[in-house]
C-alpha cells in the first residue's frame, strides 16, 4: 500500500506563531485530504487538495503531486488550533493516513 | 443536515460478546467506510461499500463483518470481541465519482472497550 510520512511527528508553538507540516507520500495518489482531530477526537475537514493550493482563513495548503508531497500552512497560530493534524492519501475509495503531527499551541 | 453520525459513543464489552456498530449518513452520498484508529496511530481502513449493495475489505478486516442496510446506512459488526478490538471506530462517506475519489466526511466515533 501507499506509504504516508509526516513530519515533524510534535510541534509545540508560541500562540501567533507560523509553522508548516509536511505530507510525503510514496505513489501518486487521487486523493488528498487534510484533517484536524481536535482534543474531543473529532475529525474535521480542512482541505480536499489532490494537486494546486488552497486557502481558508489563516490556514493554507499546497500539494506537489508530481513530487509526492503536501504542505500545510498554519499562520497567526491560536490556541485552538491545538490537536493532531492528520494528512490522508490514496484513491479507488481507500485513504492510507499517515501518523500525524501532534501539535501544541501555548498562550 | 447532521452529516454523518455514529451509534453508540462509548460500548465496553466482554471477551467473546458480539455487537453492532451503526453508521447513518444524510448528504445523500454513495460511498461509506469503516475505520478503526488505534493509540498513537492514524486511521486503518477496515471495510467500505462503493455504492449501495456492494461491499470490500480493507486494510484490516479481519473479525468484522459489514451490512450496507441502504444508501444511508452501513453497520460493522464484531462477532466474537477480543482485546485487540479495542479501538475508536470512525464512519465515513463521500460522494462516488468515475474513479471513486471524493472527499471523505467522517463521524463522530465509537470508542470501543474489549475487557
Known amino acids: 500500500g501507499i506509504q504516508v510520512e509526516q513530519s515533524p511527528p510534535d510541534l509545540i508553538l508560541q500562540e501567533g506563531a507560523n509553522s508548516t507540516l509536511r505530507c510525503n507520500f510514496s505513489?501518486?495518489?487521487?486523493?488528498l485530504q487534510w484533517f484536524h482531530q481536535n482534543p474531543w477526537g473529532q475529525l474535521i475537514n480542512l482541505f480536499y487538495?489532490?494537486?494546486g493550493t488552497k486557502q481558508n482563513g489563516r490556514l493554507s495548503a499546497t500539494t506537489v503531486a508530481t513530487e509526492r508531497y503536501s504542505l500545510l500552512y498554519i499562520s497567526s497560530s491560536q490556541t485552538t488550533d491545538s490537536g493532531v493534524y492528520f494528512c490522508a492519501v490514496g484513491g479507488d475509495y481507500k485513504l492510507s493516513f499517515g501518523a500525524g503531527t501532534t501539535v501544541t499551541v501555548r498562550a | 443536515n447532521a452529516g454523518v453520525t455514529q451509534t453508540p459513543k462509548f460500548q465496553v464489552l466482554k471477551t467473546g460478546q458480539s455487537m453492532t456498530l451503526q453508521c447513518a449518513q444524510d448528504m445523500n452520498h454513495n460511498s461509506m467506510y469503516w475505520y478503526r484508529q488505534d493509540p498513537g496511530m492514524g486511521l486503518r481502513l477496515i471495510y467500505y461499500?462503493?455504492?449501495?449493495?456492494?461491499?470490500d475489505k480493507g486494510e484490516v478486516p479481519n473479525g468484522y463483518n459489514v451490512s450496507r442496510l441502504n444508501k444511508r446506512e452501513f453497520s460493522l459488526r464484531l462477532e466474537s470481541a477480543a482485546p485487540s478490538q479495542t479501538s475508536v471506530y470512525f464512519c465515513?462517506?463521500?460522494?462516488?465519482?468515475?474513479?471513486?475519489?471524493?472527499?471523505?466526511?467522517f463521524g463522530p466515533g465509537t470508542r470501543l472497550t474489549v475487557l
Open positions: 505513489d501518486s495518489v487521487n486523493n
Open positions: 461499500s462503493a455504492s449501495e449493495g456492494t461491499t
Open positions: 465515513a462517506s463521500s460522494t462516488y465519482l468515475i474513479r471513486g475519489v471524493d472527499e471523505q466526511f
Open positions: 487538495i489532490p494537486s
